[in-house]
């Protein structure tokens, strides 16, 4: 039982690259969540999804676009990053209203 | 507009006393509050939660309490131990809706000196 995990851990891009963060649980949780975290920052929400095949805005969405094909996955897009989105991601899962499990992070530097 | 504040970005406390972590919200229509724990290059884990019908819950070593009036909660850690050494963030749910979208604090890092 892994819990939540993402891959990749750490990653560098340079702007106007594009690229995916996956999220993968194995709790059968139907809520994925995604979060950014910046230095001074709280944990902010960017989108989640309340089941397979739906998703949606949370509270800093712009510049992210998100899939939910299976149950046990959700994964977060960059299309054409910029280094405003330096930071780090988690990845978080949950049955209805309780509580979030996290995944370990994936670093983000974008040059 | 910052919903839930840690004014204390840092604390420091000797091992086996008592650290206390607070966390200020600025809204009322708040369901839930939590804790979370947080080590280096890790994902925060839950610690504890209270729901706003109380006022106190405890879990061991930790107690978290919420004074509604005051829109003001607490972490008591008794005794404190290094492991204990890490960012804490609180965290609110909204009432309402489908889901428990968590709106967080900006973290305190507590050191626990031996």
């Known amino acids: 039982n892994a819990g939540v995990t993402q891959t990749p851990k750490f990653r560098v891009l340079k702007t106007g690259q594009s690229m995916t963060l996956l999220c993968a649980q194995d709790?059968?949780?139907?809520?994925m969540y995604w979060y950014r975290q910046d230095p001074g920052m709280g944990l902010r929400l960017i989108h989640y999804?309340?089941?397979?095949?739906?998703?949606a805005k949370g509270e800093v969405p712009d510049g992210y676009n998100v899939s939910r094909l299976k149950k046990q996955n959700f994964l977060l897009g960059l299309e054409s990053a910029a280094p405003s989105q330096t930071s780090v991601y988690f990845c978080a899962s949950s049955y209805a209203r309780q509580t979030q499990y996290f995944g370990p992070g994936t670093r983000l530097l974008v040059l | 507009d910052q919903q839930v504040k840690q004014n204390s970005p840092s604390l420091s406390v000797q091992e086996g006393r008592i650290s206390i972590l607070n966390c200020d919200y600025t809204n009322s229509m708040f369901d839930y509050f939590l804790w979370y724990k947080k080590y280096p290059a890790e994902g925060p884990t839950f610690l504890i939660s209270i729901s706003s019908i109380k006022d106190k819950n405890e879990d061991g070593r930790f107690t978290v309490f919420l004074n509604k009036s005051a829109k003001h909660l607490s972490l008591h850690i008794v005794p404190s131990q290094p492991g204990d050494s890490a960012v804490y963030f609180c965290?609110?749910?909204?009432?309402?809706?489908?889901?428990?979208?968590?709106?967080f604090g900006t973290g305190t890092l507590l050191a626990v000196q031996p």
């Open positions: 999804s309340v089941g397979e095949g739906t998703t």
């Open positions: 709790m059968n949780h139907e809520y």
């Open positions: 965290a609110a749910i909204p009432y309402g809706g489908a889901t428990n979208k968590l709106i």
